[in-house]
């Protein structure tokens, strides 16, 4: 074969693989991009919202309830053992209600950051992936925290309506799961409700 007609073939193949590219592959990450989008839409919107959750991590479950502030996250466990953590960007509370011992400390420092980045931090899924699956959407996203260790998040989401279902953590060796149920929006917070302070003291 002359080398005028390879060339001219190699062009061809190379038309084709572009075609298929446009015609099958972009509408495919178009709508990805587009329920991505709608996904980082919905977690900023969460203001004033909470929900119960379970949360399992292979060897123990605990129950409680998630609320999302304007700029904080409060989170209560009511069993087995009654706890309040409540998380800012750079700074949260831990409050034991049966040894009523509080504790602050910085988020970033240790496992409880990913709950305020994935609610208050619209930027945090930016580089994520999405796949979707029949009516499921799960946002899945890697990195290294402040600790230098290696995370996965999985976030799923009920596709049609968009509502937030369970997310799940792999940090290092470790895993958790929390399921979300009970939806509410629209939630209205005393002032106090976010405040980083110990409970005993606003009463």
């Known amino acids: 074969m002359r080398v005028k007609d390879m060339y001219l ?6 038309f084709k693989f572009v075609i298929f590219i446009f015609f099958f592959i972009s509408p495919e990450l178009a709508l990805a ?8 839409n919905y977690l900023s919107s969460l203001n004033n919202f909470s929900a119960r959750f379970l949360q399992n991590d292979g060897e123990n479950l605990s129950e409680g309830k998630v609320y999302i502030g304007n700029k904080r996250v409060r989170a209560e466990y009511f069993s087995p053992t009654k706890i309040l953590i409540i998380l ?5 509370m831990y ?14 420092n240790t496992n409880a950051w990913f709950f305020y980045d994935m609610f208050r931090n619209p930027d945090f ?4 992936s999405i796949e979707v699956k029949n009516n499921e959407l799960i946002l899945e996203k890697k990195g290294v925290n402040n600790e230098d260790s290696n995370f996965i998040i999985k976030v799923y989401f009920e596709n049609n309506p968009l509502v937030f279902r369970s997310v799940e953590v792999w940090l290092n060796d470790d895993f958790l799961k929390l399921s979300i149920y009970n939806h509410t929006y629209n939630e209205i917070y005393d002032k106090r409700f976010f405040k980083l302070i110990n409970p005993k003291l606003l009463n």
């Open 9 to 14: 073939k190699n062009e061809k193949n190379l």
């Open 33 to 40: 991009a587009d329920d991505k989008t709608r996904i980082l």
């Open 88 to 92: 800012d960007e750079n700074k949260a």
């Open 95 to 108: 409050y034991n209600y049966e040894l009523e011992e509080d504790e602050f400390f910085n988020p970033k």
């Open 125 to 128: 899924f930016e580089d994520s």
